[in-house]
């Protein structure tokens, strides 16, 4: 049995709970503590109870304080007898440590990036790494360089203060916005898991804000070369045969890696931040 502190039903309480056996964690390969400890609380409390332990649910809950810890919520169960007056309930509840993840930095095929915003999520047991950052000069075209060349391909990932330990891992999708002179603020995807099939796109967000980019740009392009070479060629300084030509030139093509980049601008990176 174990003694310590949780906040509770807007109270901090001390429990007695019993160990169980602990967990490794995926993000760091620390041992995390697991305990199951048993509640009783009448009939008027119960949903008060019920909505604070939902809402700390594993994985993505918002954890539970304690004295230097936090808590998630694992498996979680409930009972209480029918002729009791006042009515009781008991829960049993498994809660899990959570680990407060900070990094310093993050070193991506040797190029140092200092996170202004970062987290990392479990998803289908695969690690994913968002962080937003700005960089400029030098190390923004080496940024950039790494982005264009290196497409699906895996690379070391240091996440300083989180893990000393080299990951493999690849970029998903970056988004980038435009700060004042050349700095770029970035807003970065990292995979993990070297080898294992992409899990499936949900439907919120798929190619944003590609997509608004490259709508955005088809139209305002298609009407401008309409436009001039239309002007152009009634003016005679065309021939149809050249106007006819240059509007060929138009059509879609292939994008170099450089000319895709510029599809992943947007305006307001935070609004991919979530």
């Known amino acids: ?38 509640l ?5 409390l119960q949903d008060d109870l019920e909505r604070e332990l939902k809402a700390a649910a594993a994985p993505a809950g918002q954890p539970l304080t304690g004295q230097g810890t936090s808590w998630l919520v694992g498996n979680h169960s409930y009972s209480y007898t029918d002729n009791a007056q006042p009515r009781v309930y008991t829960h049993r509840v498994e809660l899990r440590e959570v680990e407060e993840l900070k990094t310093s930095a993050v070193e991506v095929a040797g190029l140092t990036l200092v996170p202004i915003q970062y987290k990392e999520d479990l998803e289908e047991e695969r ?12 190390e923004g075209e080496r940024l950039e360089e790494l982005l264009t060349t290196l497409g699906d391909s895996y690379v070391d990932v240091v996440r300083r203060g989180v893990s000393e330990t080299p990951l493999r891992m690849r970029f998903g999708r970056c988004l980038w916005q435009q700060g004042e002179g050349d700095i770029r603020r970035h807003n970065l995807a990292l995979v993990a898991d070297e080898g294992q099939p992409d899990p499936p796109l949900g439907f919120a967000g798929i ?60 305006n307001t990176i935070e609004n991919f931040w979530n």
């Open 207 to 266: 190619n944003q804000p590609q997509l608004g980019r490259t709508l955005e740009r088809t139209v305002a392009n298609a009407r401008a070369l309409d436009l001039l070479v239309e002007q152009l060629r009634s003016q005679g300084i065309l021939t149809e045969e050249v106007a006819t030509s240059i509007k060929a030139t138009a059509l879609p093509h292939e994008l170099t890696p450089r000319e895709s980049r510029e599809f992943c601008r947007t």
């Open 40 to 44: 009783r609380v009448p009939g008027d």
């Open 127 to 138: 690690l994913l790494v968002s962080l937003i950052t700005e960089v400029s000069g030098e």
């Open 1 to 38: 049995m174990t003694n310590f502190s949780l906040h509770l039903l807007g109270s901090e309480r001390q429990f007695h709970a019993e160990e169980l056996p602990s967990a490794t964690s995926a993000h760091t390969g620390r041992q995390l503590q697991r305990v199951e400890l048993e």
